[in-house]
């Protein structure tokens, strides 16, 4: 038999092919990989010592990082005066709704916005507010999202 010389050809093409590939899938991995970092902070969140109606902005402030709520009696946007009813089931989480006022209905008397620890950090807050019978708290993975609101049944 003859001896039949190949060529480098096959060998480089395979190589080439190799290439192409490693090199788009690290391409995809380093795209992937940067669409999980956070939005950049404006600063680090640090909870104030009690917001007032007098310590909110005049400008516009940014658009929040979270889902749009899925309707206009979400907790996150209740402010003082305002009532809120639980929806939740009784003696499990409640589930409150921004609602009119009225019997069974609670009042927010205080909303403390920043980071929260739990339940034993908005027991703390609450006990400083005079007429108080029950508290919530929101705490999210992002703590400037958190919350802690005072409320009176009425």
Not at 44 to 60: K, L
């Amino acid at each position: 038999m003859p001896d039949r010389r190949r060529g480098r050809a096959p060998l480089i093409t395979v190589l080439a092919t190799l290439l192409v590939f490693v090199l788009a899938g690290g391409a995809a991995v380093w795209y992937l990989l940067r669409q999980d970092d956070p939005p950049p902070a404006a600063g680090p969140a640090v909870p104030s010592a009690a917001p007032t109606a007098e310590d909110t902005p005049a400008a516009p402030t940014p658009a929040p990082t979270a889902p749009a709520p899925e309707s206009s009696a979400d907790p996150r946007f209740v402010k003082v005066g305002q009532c809120v009813r639980n929806e939740g089931p009784a003696g499990g989480k409640p589930k409150l709704l921004i609602s009119p006022c009225g019997p069974k209905t609670y009042e927010v008397l205080r909303r403390f916005d920043g980071q929260t620890s739990g339940e034993k950090d908005a027991e703390a807050k609450c006990a400083k507010v005079t007429g108080y019978t029950n508290w919530y708290f929101f705490d999210s993975q992002l703590d400037t999202l958190d919350f802690v609101l005072c409320l009176k049944l009425r």
